[in-house]
């Protein structure tokens, strides 16, 4: 079976001595853990102290974005050589609202993923589509071309630490979530996309994690799901006991 992985997106929330403190209520909250990955990927200020925080233990700091180059004339940009040096070891890649809100598009995913397999970043690339989308019966479409331009010009040799998020962008902090049915059926889409690019060894290996208002209410049920490998969680993380919640339920082994 592929090892879960439950990854935090804090997005602009927690100062540094927030995210520290938070870090150090979670560490006994998931002591017993001993079969999920949990990663904490908080804003940019907070990468420096978390990491130190974090380290030796069993949680994994990532970043929230980064830029492909390792240096130059971008202000506001943090490089990969940036996070690694701080000890960061995952990055989201291409999250909706990155998308939405600051022009990213797959090309520069793809650019982002071949910049972070090259510096040892285990990359979580985000997918998913708009509701508009769905209503037009238009998520496989979606979903094939944005796993395939990702993954355009890149070794399949060099894939094996990829991870991919499905996040349905209609249920990103609406309360809505996709069924695990649903879920399931976009995993399997992304799977075989993943399974046409680099082949089968590849794209049973990589793991899928659902992104989607995940809550201590749905992990469970989701976890059943043979295609859905973790969660990719937003708001329900802001919340040690919330957060430590699903990891549990993840950390379940699905009957």
Request: glycine residues 8%; charged residues 20%; contains cysteine.
């Amino acid at each position: 079976m592929r090892n879960r992985l439950i990854a935090a997106n804090w997005k602009m929330h927690k100062t540094p001595a927030e995210s520290t403190a938070f870090l150090a209520s979670l560490f006994p909250l998931v002591q017993n853990n001993t079969s999920a990955e949990i990663v904490i990927c908080p804003a940019m200020t907070s990468l420096a102290p978390l990491a130190d925080a974090a380290r030796g233990s069993s949680i994994a700091v990532g970043a929230q974005t980064m830029h492909w180059l390792d240096s130059g004339a971008y202000t506001g940009e943090t490089s990969p050589t940036m996070l690694t040096a701080m000890g960061v070891t995952h990055v989201l890649i291409g999250h909706s609202e990155r998308r939405q809100y600051f022009n990213e598009t797959d090309t520069t995913v793809n650019l982002k993923l071949k910049s972070a397999l090259q510096h040892g970043l285990v990359p979580i690339v985000c997918v998913g589509e708009h509701i508009n989308e769905r209503n037009r019966d238009l998520t496989e479409d979606v979903l094939r071309l944005q796993i395939s331009v990702a993954l355009e010009g890149i070794d399949c040799e060099k894939l094996g630490p990829l991870v991919v998020a499905y996040e349905p962008v209609w249920a990103i902090g609406t309360g809505h979530t996709a069924t695990p049915e649903t879920a399931e059926d976009a995993h399997k889409i992304i799977r075989a996309e993943i399974r046409r690019h680099a082949g089968e060894e590849i794209a049973a290996g990589t793991r899928i994690l659902y992104g989607g208002s995940v809550r201590p209410e749905n992990a469970g049920s989701l976890n059943g799901m043979e295609d859905v490998d973790g969660a990719l969680v937003g708001g329900a993380s802001l919340e040690s006991d919330s957060f430590a919640q699903i990891v549990a339920l993840f950390a379940e082994q699905p009957a």
